[in-house]
């Protein structure tokens, strides 16, 4: 059966996230339970907050509110809408945003498991954004960068594009996670873990959701008819 090799290979990328998300949650527990690894992050987080310049600002401000929850939200059905008009498939976009949604859900699942206070803004002055309320780890932001870019190479773009999209990609997510650090607001390791995560996450998801005959790319499922 053409599909069962697909399946399998579905679940085993399904395994690999969950262990991901399980070393991920041992690794946030551990750094909340010793307030030390916090305490030496904060030098850095100090550092990087104060080369402030105003094109720095403008760039992580324009982050801060494409990338938050509102402006995520707007991001997303923009880049849907994108994706369904630029291929014309429904399942090419239900799958695009399954694989930008799991991830990123799973990272705000992380926060409240984790639990991990933000940087203590009055070792930061001045701040330039508000001191959010939620937890710092995983990095939101840089969750939901590293989710889009995913949706867009894996579902998207061909496989001969991944010669210029991944490393555009990937400077995307290295400049939101710049700037959450930048801002004062994360832990370099609240970015570093979703930048680990939501990848691994969302090549699983991206398999799991293409082995379902509903959503197959259309080139498989006229494979699988013909066969």
């Not at 929850?69 to 995520?72: E, P, R, S, Y």
């Given at each position: 059966m053409p599909s069962s090799p697909?399946?399998?290979a579905a679940w085993l990328s399904v395994s690999?996230?969950?262990l991901t998300l399980v070393a991920a949650a041992v690794s946030g527990l551990l750094i909340v339970a010793s307030p030390t690894w916090s305490d030496a992050e904060v030098g850095l987080v100090g550092l990087v907050?104060?080369?402030h310049s105003t094109a720095g600002d403008v760039v992580a401000l324009a982050i801060n509110s494409a990338f938050g929850?509102?402006?995520?939200i707007l991001v997303s059905l923009i880049v849907l809408s994108w994706i369904l008009l630029a291929t014309r498939s429904w399942q090419d976009t239900v799958r695009a945003g399954i694989v930008l949604v799991v991830p990123w859900a799973c990272v705000e699942a992380l926060k409240l498991?984790?639990?991990r206070p933000r940087p203590d803004p009055a070792m930061l002055q001045p701040?330039?954004?508000a001191d959010p309320m939620s937890f710092s780890y995983p990095s939101g932001h840089t969750a939901f960068a590293a989710a889009l870019c995913c949706a867009v190479v894996l579902v998207v773009l061909p496989r001969r594009a991944r010669a210029w999209s991944v490393p555009l990609a990937v400077l995307v997510v290295l400049v939101t996670a710049w700037s959450r650090v930048y801002l004062g607001v994360h832990y370099p390791t609240d970015v570093?873990?979703?930048a680990v995560v939501v990848p691994v996450v969302s090549f699983a998801t991206a398999r799991a959701a293409a082995a379902w005959p509903l959503l197959a790319p259309r080139h498989v499922t006229a494979v699988n008819r013909i066969s």
């Open positions: 697909r399946r399998s690999l996230a969950a907050h104060g080369l929850v509102g402006g995520a498991v984790v639990r701040m330039i954004v570093l873990a979703a």
